[in-house]
DNA sequence: TGGCTAAATATACGCTGTATGTTTGTCAAG
DNA sequence: CTTGACAAACATACAGCGTATATTTAGCCA
């Protein structure tokens, strides 16, 4: 039975089930949460044996991260840029949110995993063949990247659903004093007195930017 | 002499120069090497001393992060919203680079600092003077801060200076096999080649922003 | 069947944040 | 001038971390 057991884990370990364990481990609790130890006992073994796949926990950080990269609508770089743009950056965004701990060592480190590369690529692709020269092309994927990834990260800390956003200015109001932070405290009441929603302005800021880039593509060319 | 020493090291430790020594850590080699061990040493005492200026460490990032926060050039609210906003991403851009280490503790917590407040505060009520209402305003300075933070977390990990950028795209180039990665491939070659440096990009993508709000300021009203 | 190899394990080291308990310097009141 | 209270610095200890190193084990091929 124990004999069986061990046989049976055997050889079953592998670099993917290991990701997958750590993924689900940190969209679970967070990567703070996520230890070698606690991922092993995960997969059912013993932590040194992760390092048999894994060179070391940057490096299995680096592949969760490109895996989360994969699941981001890659554009076509034959399509309409403006359309595609737009589909990669709210994938992006839904992809980053889902994966909440994944923005941070995304854009912390650079990665060359396969899918980031794949993605650079083509989203520069599809800029060159809309008529973007390559420099331009750096910008404009810069300035949309941007937005997105520090869209996300703000997102990921604050209620962007519209009850948890009153209840969060509701509960924050009492400590801004209105006397110290006017604006502030108008503004926290506005939002728990629910005059407005904060849930759209990811494609607002987006839209800026694009129309912003679609200027100048036609005054440029 | 051992006793005078400890007489004179008796009651001069503060928070504030805890903060001081911290930063000075952050700064030189990161968060992650920050411990409050090394902290301790840096200011000259035992680690559990700080315990008694700062509640934990959490507490402790907080409080460094508040005070970077506080070196941002905030807007006057009485000042014309265009110039003051771009003053404000541009410094805050600069402070975030300089500090590093800051930019993803300070979106990756709700910080309730006093300086965190008033900028928070300056920045909605000069938008808000301007005529934007408030929920206007309130996406404006997301679209805003998004830019700012999303760009200084790319660029604090890519070199921005011209020759370390080209030097970096020369280096990664033969990793890019130019069959599969076409696109990326051929960018690399021109940053390679100097064809074009990215430190202005940052306000290219501010004004991208920022026209887009003035627009968006005529249209409305 | 008997070695060879790769994978899983065991042990150990130096580091972390911080709970807990103790000592010590300082200042106010008697 | 002394004494008692209080806060701040200290010492010790614990559980957890990443991982270097050395060892055991299981599966395959000759």
Redesign the pocket.
Known sequence: MD?DK??A?????TRDKIVDEAMRLADAEGLDA?????V?QAVG?????L???VA???RLIDAMVDRVVSEIESPDPEGPWREMMRARAVSMREVLFRHHWASVPLIGRITNGPATLHDANATLGCLVTAGFTYPQADWAKTAIDSHVYGYVLQEVNYPVDPEGFRDAAAEHLPSIPIEVYPFLHEAARQIAGGDYEGHTQFEFGLDLVLNGLADWLVSES
Chains 1, 2 share one sequence.
């Not at 884990?9 to 370990?13: A, D, E, I, V």
């Not at 996520?34 to 606690?38: D, H, P």
């Open positions: 004999g061990k046989t884990q055997r050889r079953t370990l996520l230890s070698m130890r606690r092993a073994v013993t932590p040194m044996s390092y048999n796949h070391n926990k940057e």
